[in-house]
Nanobody, 120 residues
Framework: VQLQASGGGLVQAGGSLTLSCAAS????????MGWFRQAPGKEREFVTV????????YYKDSVKDRFTISRDSAKNTVYLQMNSLKPEDTAVYYC??????????????WGQGTQVTVSS
């Protein structure tokens, strides 16, 4: 399976961005999909995950109430709506696919990463 992420960019603090991740190559409807991020000099960290049906989600504490993950199974695509962005959200964002709850050990495929930069 291949994951193609898009939607990153430069935004001022308090602004919004929407990331997309399209999966191709095989049926992904039974897999969890989610997002990780990696800031300069830091390890890659979990951000959010959505299960195969879209009925369950989980977020890193620092993004709760600001980020929303959703998926369109017909399009094999997952979205990350990011609101009220903060400079500390600056990172390369990676989409991922695998088994719930999508810990790194459960990830079967990674996207190529998309840069999100939040200026203060």
């Amino acid at each position: 399976v291949q994951l193609q992420a898009s939607g990153g960019g430069l935004v001022q603090a308090g602004g919004s961005l929407t990331l997309s991740c399209a999966a191709s190559g095989r049926t992904v409807s039974r897999y969890a999909m989610g997002w990780f991020r990696q800031a300069p000099g830091k390890e890659r960290e979990f951000v959010t995950v959505i299960n195969w049906s879209g009925g369950s989600t989980y977020y890193k504490d620092s993004v709760k109430d600001r980020f929303t993950i959703s998926r369109d199974s017909a399009k094999n695509t997952v979205y990350l709506q990011m609101n009220s962005l903060k400079p500390e959200d600056t990172a390369v964002y990676y989409c991922a696919l695998g088994m719930w709850p999508l810990r790194p050990i459960n990830v079967d495929a990674w996207g190529q990463g998309t840069q999100v930069t939040v200026s203060s």
